[in-house]
């Protein structure tokens, strides 16, 4: 990621034809168009149900900003903008990108269009019925699983508006297109290998069956989503992906599913409960000061709204704890300052086909004042982006010789790409007179460089000082390197968008979003200011990121410099 094309801030401008190979190459079978052979038209044929018994309901608010948005008539995805003349649907011109494209079909920006009162709803109503015209009976971009499986989970959650008001004939028009995509998912929900896509579609039938059918197949339904609670939770509540920000959507459907069936007055599977408690802690465990989540992975800011809200639908409080095994993270907390560490491997397939090669980068709050963090992640903003931020560089953490601490493969069945690896990686914590102590590594350069990647952190009993080492070391093991030649290897700390900092004669002072002040301090020469970028927001911004570089010994046990480098994060008294 080059410091100019990390500063422009600007999307490339593509021919369509790029636009289609980068869409191809990045998407992988989940971007493939879908066919409809005369037997699937059949299947997907028939009348339009009788109507709702009930809708359900959505845990989290809708955004009233992007509302106000368009019903102005602009329309905001990522970097993407369109204006549009009065009355106009969006898809009445030529979309930026395949991936704008996508984002418009799964109808997220719904919802938001109904927080702004009648007028809101008319427009809402207006660009379903429009859609319906110029997709409904069928469109291979349009109908792939997932896009179709979110596309129908939105108009459920919208249903009163949609489907309650009208004439009879638009009403009617609106359930049997409704009805036909639920068809269409359901026949491609065996087939589908997009971890994203089967449980919006197992979610998706399950409410069907409960407000569309009165009942009928509800079993079925529920037994194919208690298989990917089984596949896509993982036992200590994080999701299969470790990404926080998927972990709380699931929690979102999850809960509207539970409150569906408490309606349908039948007792809610203990396996419904049971996940929802165990995704809640997780949440509860992601959630820092200002109330969102880290971006690990493939997860971006989540609205801190969406998270009170999911947390408020538990039977409990979540218990509170700082070691997540399974998931692979540790969270160092005491008084305002939290940090979250990625200490796990990347996930298996098809789960790491959105994963990143972050191993052992942390994100660090003040409060509600984010400083450290990654180059974040949003499914806003395009693809290429998106690609990009999955590398090691765009990680708060260590990289030799600008190479990724895990392997990209290629993924035969989903045609992505997934990290492996990186092996060895592992952490041992030690908390002892009010102060944590962390120890983790990885041997992700071991096979190619020789060298092990370790992690010290240490976080003062008052959080106003974190220190921290990181070193790289021969193994024993290993034997004397045959190669001399010293090694480069560069250390980055992400700085959140909201940080301002400026370099001074000994440290780098950072002025955080609530007004404090954190220097950063360390005994390597060449710390440095450079440009970065972060997509944790929904757009891509420009920020600023610490890099300490340097070449290490080829044969060092990582106790002295090159290869060891200490550094630390002090808070200013008068903050």
Same mark, same amino acid.
């Given at each position: 990621?080059?410091?100019?094309?990390a500063?422009?801030g600007f999307?490339?401008?593509?021919?369509?034809?790029?636009?289609?190979?980068l869409?191809?190459?990045?998407?992988?079978?989940?971007?493939?168009?879908?066919t409809?052979?005369?037997?699937?038209?059949?299947?997907?044929?028939?009348?339009?149900?009788?109507?709702?018994?009930?809708?359900?309901?959505?845990?989290?608010?809708?955004?009233e900003?992007?509302g106000?948005?368009l019903m102005?008539d602009?329309?905001?995805?990522g970097m993407s903008?369109?204006?549009?003349? %009065?009355?106009?649907?969006?898809?009445?011109?030529?979309?930026?990108s395949?991936?704008?494209a #996508?984002?418009?079909?799964?109808?997220?920006w719904?919802?938001?269009?109904?927080?702004?009162?009648p007028?809101? %709803?008319?427009?809402?109503?207006?660009?379903v019925?429009?859609?319906?015209?110029?997709?409904? !009976?069928?469109?291979?971009?349009a109908w792939r699983?997932?896009?179709?499986? $979110?596309?129908?989970?939105n108009?459920?959650?919208c249903?009163p508006?949609?489907?309650?008001?009208?004439?009879?004939g638009?009403? +009617?028009?609106?359930l049997?297109?409704?009805?036909?995509?639920?068809?269409?998912v359901e +026949?491609?929900?065996?087939?589908?290998? $997009?971890?994203?896509a !089967?449980?919006?579609?197992?979610?998706?039938?399950?409410?069907?069956?409960?407000?569309?059918?009165?009942?009928?197949?509800? $079993?079925?339904?529920l037994?194919?989503l208690?298989?990917?609670?089984i596949?896509?939770?993982?036992?200590?509540?994080?999701?299969?992906?470790?990404?926080?920000?998927r972990?709380?959507?699931s929690?979102l459907?999850?809960?509207?599913?539970k409150?569906?069936?408490?309606?349908?007055? !039948?007792?809610?599977p203990?396996?419904?409960?049971?996940?929802i408690?165990?995704?809640g802690?997780?949440?509860?465990?992601?959630?820092?000061?200002d109330?969102a989540?880290?971006?690990?992975? #493939?997860?971006?800011?989540?609205l801190?709204?969406?998270?009170e809200a999911?947390?408020?639908?538990l039977?409990?409080?979540?218990?509170?704890?700082?070691?997540?095994?399974?998931?692979?993270?540790h969270?160092?907390?005491?008084?305002d +300052?939290?940090?979250?560490?990625?200490?796990?491997?990347?996930?298996?397939?098809p789960?790491g $086909?959105?994963?990143?090669?972050?191993?052992?980068?942390?994100?660090?709050y003040d409060a509600?004042?984010?400083?450290?963090?990654?180059?974040?992640y949003?499914?806003?903003?395009?693809?290429?982006?998106?690609?990009?931020?999955?590398?090691t560089v765009?990680?708060? +953490?260590?990289?030799?010789? #600008?190479?990724?601490?895990?392997?990209?493969?290629?993924?035969?069945?989903?045609?992505?790409?997934?990290?492996e690896?990186?092996?060895?990686?592992?952490a041992? !914590?030690?908390e002892e007179?009010?102060?944590?102590?962390?120890?983790a590594?990885?041997?992700?350069?071991?096979?190619?460089f020789?060298l092990?990647?370790?992690?010290r952190l240490?976080?003062?009993?008052?959080g106003?000082?974190?220190?921290?080492?990181?070193?790289?070391a021969?193994?024993?093991?290993q034997?004397? %390197?045959?190669?001399?030649?010293?090694i480069?290897?560069?250390i980055?700390?992400?700085?959140?968008p909201?940080?301002?900092?400026?370099?001074?004669?000994?440290?780098?002072?950072?002025?955080t979003e609530?007004?404090?002040?954190?220097?950063?301090k360390?005994s390597?020469?060449?710390?440095?200011?450079?440009?970065?970028?972060?997509?944790?927001?929904?757009?891509?911004?420009?920020?600023?990121?610490?890099?300490?570089?340097?070449?290490?010994?080829?044969?060092?046990d990582g106790?002295?410099?090159?290869? %060891?480098v200490?550094?630390?994060?002090?808070?200013?008294?008068?903050?």
């Open positions: 990621m080059s410091a100019e094309f500063n422009s999307l490339p401008k593509r021919t369509s034809d790029e636009d289609a190979e869409w191809a190459r990045l998407t992988g079978r989940a971007g493939q168009e879908v409809a052979s005369p037997i699937h038209r059949l299947k997907i044929a028939g009348s339009a149900p009788e109507g709702f018994v009930m809708y359900p309901e959505a845990v989290a608010p809708a955004d900003l992007r106000e948005s102005r602009i329309w905001r995805i903008k369109m204006e549009l003349a %009065a009355g106009h649907s969006p898809w009445s011109k030529p979309l930026p395949r991936h704008y #996508d984002r418009l079909h799964r109808f997220d719904l919802g938001d269009l109904f927080t702004q009162g007028a809101g %709803a008319d427009r809402a109503r207006f660009l019925d429009d859609w319906i015209d110029n997709y409904g !009976r069928f469109n291979g971009f699983a997932g896009c179709a499986a $979110d596309r129908i989970w108009w459920m959650l249903g508006g949609l489907f309650e008001h009208g004439d009879n638009a009403v +009617t028009q609106r049997e297109v409704l009805a036909r995509q639920i068809r269409h +026949t491609l929900q065996d087939d589908c290998r $997009d971890p994203a !089967r449980w919006r579609i197992a979610v998706v039938l399950t409410a069907c069956a409960l407000c569309l059918k009165r009942g009928k197949g509800l $079993d079925n339904a037994d194919k208690e298989q990917e609670c596949a896509q939770i993982l036992p200590d509540g994080g999701h299969a992906s470790r990404s926080p920000a972990g709380l959507r929690l459907d999850l809960c509207v599913i409150r569906l069936i408490e309606k349908y007055e !039948r007792a809610v203990p396996f419904l409960v049971t996940w408690e165990r995704l802690g997780m949440v509860a465990f992601f959630r820092a000061g109330g989540l880290p971006p690990f992975n #493939d997860g971006e800011e989540s801190s709204q969406a998270v999911a947390l408020g639908r039977r409990m409080r979540p218990r509170r704890f700082t070691v997540a095994p399974k998931s692979g993270f969270k160092l907390h005491k008084e +300052t939290c940090l979250f560490l990625d200490a796990g491997s990347a996930p298996e397939e789960f $086909d959105s994963a990143h090669a972050g191993a052992l980068g942390f994100e660090l509600d004042a984010r400083i450290v963090t990654s180059c974040g949003s499914p806003e903003v395009d693809i290429d982006w998106q690609a990009a931020v999955r590398r765009a990680h708060s +953490t260590l990289m030799i010789s #600008d190479e990724d601490s895990a392997r990209f493969l290629h993924n035969e069945e989903t045609g992505l790409m997934f990290p690896g990186p092996e060895g990686i592992a041992k !914590r030690l007179a009010d102060e944590i102590w962390l120890d590594q990885h041997a992700g350069y071991k096979e190619r020789g092990l990647h370790r992690r240490f976080m003062a009993g008052d106003r000082r974190l220190t921290g080492e990181d070193s790289l021969r193994p024993v093991s034997g004397e %390197a045959r190669d001399q030649r010293t480069p290897f560069s980055r700390f992400h700085l959140h909201t940080v301002k900092a400026h370099t001074s004669e000994a440290t780098i002072r950072l002025k609530n007004g404090s002040v954190w220097r950063f360390t390597h020469e060449g710390a440095r200011l450079e440009p970065t970028i972060y997509l944790g927001r929904g757009i891509v911004e420009q920020s600023l990121q610490i890099v300490l570089a340097g070449r290490a010994q080829a044969d060092s106790s002295r410099p090159p290869n %060891a200490r550094w630390a994060f002090l808070k200013d008294e008068a903050a």
